[in-house]
């Protein structure tokens, strides 16, 4: 059972306890750090047996019973926070975007490898049953040679309660691109784990409803093999969550989370509908498992800097209206 440090018990950070807390055979939160300590906060951490300590994050990673920290913090603190639990010892299980630049994520990448101790980046639409067979599918080279990918996750996010002028979730300094650090990056990651890396992206954003924040980003990307892509993402709409594949041989659609639809050249499509499963608790398990086989990385340490290298580059594209190299 690996014993777990959570800090932050905002929104996202109480989803990923209740997806596990006394749920799960692999991993118990045992305590927490939080900056708004109001009655509710600490009323939810008791009715979960999770105790809210009165330390900084530097003291509470060097507790003794504890083994890893889950971060669903601000992401501009991401890699501090990993370099500072590194040098503790403990393992790391931190909250999408890794970093919002490639300097930053270099570092975090460096403190993991130089402490031995195991970093997942929790990209919960990785463990999506559908996603999984769209990896079985392209390593069974059914969809021949991969020519062009596209995916769009939209929804309306900007018009939360918890969206409110002091949450650090709508400053464009933490949350760039609109919507980009909330769903767009799902979609980039998920054509990385599909395609290998980005090499040159061109973006724009805008406003076209909200006043302060940007709500509508569009990317186009060039990989390193080869392929083009466009993403889009919305934070002002009704929830939409679309990715296509186009092969030489066959197309895959992904429509919604759960329905596959297979093309196969001179063949009727093939329309699949996989179960819903707790992602939350996979991506943490995962965690646990990955602990315990001593594997470093969740997610091959090259595409996780991409990511990171595509979101620095993608500020860059929208500010100058270029194409923008990501190395």
Same mark, same amino acid.
């Given at each position: 059972?690996?014993?777990?440090?959570i800090?932050?018990?905002?929104?996202w950070?109480?989803?990923?306890?209740?997806?596990v807390q006394n749920h799960?055979?692999k991993i118990?939160?045992?305590?927490?750090?939080?900056r708004?300590?109001?009655?509710?906060?600490?009323?939810y951490?008791r009715?979960?047996?999770?105790?809210?300590?009165?330390?900084?994050?530097?003291?509470a990673v060097?507790?003794k019973?504890i083994?890893?920290v889950i971060l669903?913090?601000?992401?501009?603190?991401?890699?501090?926070?990993?370099?500072?639990?590194?040098?503790?010892?403990?393992h790391?299980a931190c909250?999408?975007?890794?970093?919002?630049?490639r300097n930053?994520a270099?570092?975090?990448?460096?403190a993991?490898e130089?402490?031995?101790?195991?970093?997942s980046?929790?990209?919960?639409?990785?463990?999506?049953?559908?996603?999984?067979?769209?990896?079985?599918?392209l390593?069974?080279?059914?969809l021949?040679t991969?020519i062009?990918v596209?995916s769009?996750?939209s929804?309306?996010?900007?018009?939360r309660?918890d969206?409110n002028e002091?949450s650090w979730?709508?400053?464009p300094d933490?949350?760039?691109?609109?919507s980009?650090t909330?769903?767009g990056?799902h979609?980039?990651? =998920?054509l #990385?784990?599909?395609?290998?890396e980005? &090499?040159?992206?061109?973006? $724009?954003? +805008?406003n076209?409803?909200?006043? !302060?924040?940007?709500?509508?980003?569009?990317?186009?990307?060039?990989?390193k093999?080869?392929i083009?892509?466009y993403?889009g993402?919305?934070?002002?709409?009704t929830?939409f969550?679309w990715?296509?594949?186009?092969?030489?041989?066959s197309?895959?659609?992904?429509r919604?989370?759960d =329905?596959l #639809?297979?093309?196969?050249?001179n063949? &009727?499509?093939?329309?699949? $509908?996989y +179960?819903?499963i707790n992602?939350? !608790?996979?991506?943490?398990?995962a965690f646990?498992?990955?602990i315990?086989n001593?594997?470093?990385?969740?997610?091959?340490?090259?595409?996780?800097i991409?990511?990171?290298s595509?979101?620095?580059?993608s500020?860059?594209?929208?500010?100058?209206?270029k194409?923008?190299?990501?190395?």
């Amino acid at each position: 059972m690996i014993r777990a440090l959570i800090v932050g018990l905002g929104w996202w950070g109480k989803t990923l306890v209740d997806s596990v807390q006394n749920h799960s055979k692999k991993i118990e939160i045992r305590y927490g750090i939080t900056r708004t300590n109001s009655i509710e906060t600490q009323n939810y951490a008791r009715t979960n047996g999770i105790t809210l300590l009165k330390k900084t994050y530097s003291e509470a990673v060097k507790q003794k019973d504890i083994d890893a920290v889950i971060l669903a913090t601000p992401h501009s603190q991401h890699s501090k926070q990993i370099e500072i639990a590194a040098a503790s010892g403990k393992h790391i299980a931190c909250e999408k975007p890794f970093t919002l630049n490639r300097n930053d994520a270099l570092l975090a990448v460096e403190a993991v490898e130089r402490n031995n101790v195991t970093l997942s980046i929790l990209y919960n639409r990785r463990y999506n049953p559908a996603i999984i067979e769209i990896q079985n599918l392209l390593k069974s080279k059914k969809l021949g040679t991969i020519i062009h990918v596209e995916s769009n996750f939209s929804g309306d996010t900007a018009f939360r309660a918890d969206r409110n002028e002091s949450s650090w979730r709508v400053n464009p300094d933490e949350s760039p691109l609109g919507s980009m650090t909330n769903r767009g990056l799902h979609c980039v990651d =998920t054509l #990385v784990s599909f395609c290998g890396e980005i &090499k040159s992206v061109f973006v $724009t954003s +805008s406003n076209r409803v909200l006043t !302060k924040l940007d709500d509508t980003t569009s990317c186009i990307l060039w990989f390193k093999n080869g392929i083009t892509g466009y993403v889009g993402t919305s934070n002002v709409t009704t929830p939409f969550w679309w990715l296509k594949i186009f092969g030489s041989e066959s197309t895959i659609e992904m429509r919604n989370y759960d =329905t596959l #639809v297979l093309h196969e050249r001179n063949q &009727k499509p093939q329309i699949q $509908t996989y +179960s819903e499963i707790n992602i939350e !608790k996979a991506e943490l398990e995962a965690f646990c498992d990955n602990i315990t086989n001593g594997i470093m990385f969740s997610i091959p340490k090259n595409q996780m800097i991409n990511v990171s290298s595509f979101l620095d580059a993608s500020i860059k594209s929208s500010n100058s209206k270029k194409i923008v190299d990501l190395d």
